[in-house]
């Protein structure tokens, strides 16, 4: 597993060795999107590789006007991988993107900005490396239909899995079993019905470099995992692109649809993203000390305090749109209360066990998979070092069962909570920014705040929903 290829002269001759007849050049955008172009390999060569190759970026959202569009794709050799999924042999290529006008990377690239960020750690002294580890849930539906008009708003999902089917003829027979709500971790089959389908998943994912170590049925009805090695910031990072790329494809070619959408079923459990992170300097985790509190080191505890101490506003990155919130809502292990934790998995920071350094570390729970993973990792680095830093407490440690605590009770405690809502997370993030600058611009953090009020907040709340139909109507 891991890099197929070491450098661009080695490039071309992994191409050359599998026959390739296609170099797609990959990017994101500030939502975390993966967008592409397809180049033939004859019109490829090591110059415009190491130079980087046009493209117009005034038809990305929120990037370059219409009259300053051109700009650069800057291909990254050692991250190309052959595509599981096309017909013809197609070796795809991350790229970051490099803004002609002022000579730089671009700053609004998401891969860009991390990079910036990896920068910035090894400018602090604190550490030379940092080590993220997301695990991203989802749900594989049989069907979906939404519709959203003037008159007329509604969705419907479907899975063999829902409880709701229960009743229904098939052509095949109903044979009844069903996790239920809630009832979905770790069941066998035939319960379990998606064994075949995550395994498939599985072997794809190691095809396109991912070191897989496990896969499972999730809590809810339809919903799985599966978990792949970690690896340092960007890499972590670009991981996730591939995996939501794998998990996609896969659903889609057995005539079924994937999504890691935060909360796509009410009243059942929602997809999280939870973010394992531990940073490490001359080969040593700066997060590990033995005998203290779950082995951790002040520098990680103090980690922990910048994160927390900065997460209404970091929610703004990790937890980007409106249906993220629909899941940090009490009753479904989302973890929305800002203490930390070990071992405790109601806390929004755990620390998982682990014995000695190589295995310490923080889990932060409240993340999701609509956040663009090269900012929502960036994000929480730059809280954590802002944390270190100014050397902030988290409140904790909390080892009961904070799920069961009322709001009242939560109150009491003075324990913080998450913004409950987006529009909260990004007034938060209006003012609370100072610790995001060495690494974020003043342009790009006005763009991706005006971009999630108009694509996400205001449009959000202009709608109404059913629920407000049912509650409503009569009154």
């Excluded at 190309?80 to 290529?93: E, Y």
């Excluded at 270190?388 to 009322?406: A, R, T």
């Amino acid at each position: 597993m891991g890099k197929f290829v070491k450098d661009v002269d080695d490039f071309f001759k992994y191409c050359k060795d599998n026959e390739v007849e296609f170099v797609d050049l990959r990017f994101t955008d500030i939502k975390g999107a993966w967008h592409h172009v397809t180049y033939r390999m004859s019109a490829i060569n090591k110059e415009n590789l190491i130079n980087g190759l046009p493209f117009d970026g005034s038809s990305i959202e929120a990037w370059q006007p219409i009259n300053r569009s051109d700009m650069i794709l800057k291909p990254e050799a050692e991250t190309a991988f052959l595509d599981p999924f096309t017909a013809d042999a197609t070796v795809v290529v991350f790229c970051d993107v490099y803004d002609i006008y002022k000579g730089e990377m671009y700053e609004k690239c998401p891969r860009s900005i991390a990079k910036k960020a990896l920068k910035h750690l090894a400018e602090t002294g604190v550490g030379d490396v940092a080590y993220f580890g997301p695990e991203n849930e989802f749900f594989v539906f049989d069907d979906v239909r939404f519709r959203d008009d003037t008159n007329s708003s509604y969705f419907r999902v479907d899975s063999e899995e829902g409880e709701w089917n229960s009743d229904t003829k098939y052509e095949h027979g109903n044979m009844g079993h069903r996790p239920r709500t809630k009832g979905g971790y770790f069941p066998v089959q035939p319960t379990d019905s998606m064994v075949d389908l995550r395994a498939e998943m599985m072997f794809m994912l190691e095809q396109v470099g991912l070191e897989v170590t496990l896969g499972h049925h999730e809590v809810a009805q339809a919903q799985g995992e599966i978990g792949i090695k970690f690896g340092t910031l960007v890499e972590a990072a670009d991981n996730v692109q591939k995996l939501k790329y794998v998990i996609k494809m896969v659903a889609h070619l057995n005539g079924k649809t994937a999504t890691f959408m935060p909360k796509p079923l009410y009243g059942d459990n929602g997809n999280g993203m939870h973010v394992h992170q531990s940073i490490w300097k001359n080969g040593k985790n700066t997060f590990y000390k033995e005998g203290e509190y779950a082995n951790l080191s002040e520098t990680a505890r103090h980690y922990i305090g910048g994160i927390l101490h900065h997460a209404q506003s970091v929610a703004a990155f990790t937890n980007p749109t409106t249906n993220s919130y629909k899941r940090l809502i009490p009753g479904f292990e989302a973890p929305s209360i800002l203490t930390y934790s070990s071992q405790n998995r109601s806390a929004s920071c755990r620390i998982p066990y682990g014995a000695g350094e190589m295995a310490t570390r923080i889990e932060m729970r409240f993340p999701d998979s609509t956040s663009c993973p090269y900012l929502a990792f960036t994000v929480m680095l730059l809280a954590g070092l802002d944390g270190i830093k100014n050397k902030f407490e988290p409140v904790g440690p909390m080892d009961e069962d904070l799920f069961e605590l009322s709001l009242d009770e939560i109150r009491e405690k003075g324990i913080p909570q998450m913004p409950h809502t987006l529009r909260e997370a990004l007034e938060a993030m209006i003012k609370d920014q100072e610790y995001l600058k060495p690494v974020m611009s003043d342009l790009f953090l006005k763009t991706f705040k005006d971009y999630k009020f108009e694509t996400q907040v205001w449009e959000d709340e202009a709608r109404p929903t059913a629920f407000e139909y049912m509650s409503t109507y009569s009154c």
